[in-house]
């Protein structure tokens, strides 16, 4: 495995959002095992997970790895981007702030990564940032389910 080559200003934003922790290999789960992340994380072995992923970047000690799975947050012009088969790395502990990617549970019960906003009334809002996805933005609600902010990507 190895990290994307990162743009300077891309590269900013993945270190500002890092976690104060030292790197290493993390596990590469599936959608359903990190749904339940929280639970599984105590008890998690090494040979729960059949792929490790090195993570150069710094972190909390509860992140893992996903694959992308769909182009809901792939835009050419975005300097975030992330395209089906990245592999992201999600730090449960990572502090929430404007413009966070975030896995979260979308509001039709499927889990979704998607960028925080705030609309121009004001209201928490997560959308996709590909222009072409047709899903409108949605809020973001009290009890919007996260499961952690996304703080950096890399290649298979």
């Given at each position: 495995m190895r990290d994307t080559a990162l743009e300077e200003d891309e590269e900013i934003w993945y270190h500002a959002n890092a976690s104060p922790m030292m790197s290493r290999m993390l596990p590469l789960l599936t959608w359903?095992?990190?749904?339940?992340?929280?639970e599984l994380f105590e008890n998690f072995k090494p040979s729960d997970a059949k792929i490790w992923v090195a993570?150069?970047?710094?972190?909390?000690?509860?992140?893992?790895?996903?694959?992308?799975?769909?182009?809901?947050?792939?835009?050419p012009d975005a300097v975030r981007t992330f395209s089906s088969d990245h592999y992201i790395y999600v730090d449960?502990?990572?502090e929430i702030t404007q413009d966070s990617?975030?896995?979260?549970?979308?509001?039709?019960g499927n889990l979704a990564?998607?960028?925080l906003f705030v609309s121009s009334d004001g209201k928490p809002m997560f959308r996709s940032i590909n222009p072409d996805?047709?899903?409108?933005?949605?809020?973001?609600?009290?009890?919007?389910?996260?499961?952690g902010v996304?703080?950096?990507?890399?290649?298979?």
């Open positions: 359903n095992q990190a749904e339940k992340w929280s993570c150069l970047i710094m972190h909390g000690p509860r992140t893992f790895a996903l694959t992308v799975t769909d182009e809901s947050m792939y835009d449960p502990d990572a990617i975030m896995l979260i549970r979308h509001e039709n990564f998607r960028q996805w047709v899903e409108e933005p949605f809020e973001a609600k009290r009890e919007t389910e996260v499961f996304v703080i950096g990507k890399t290649l298979p």
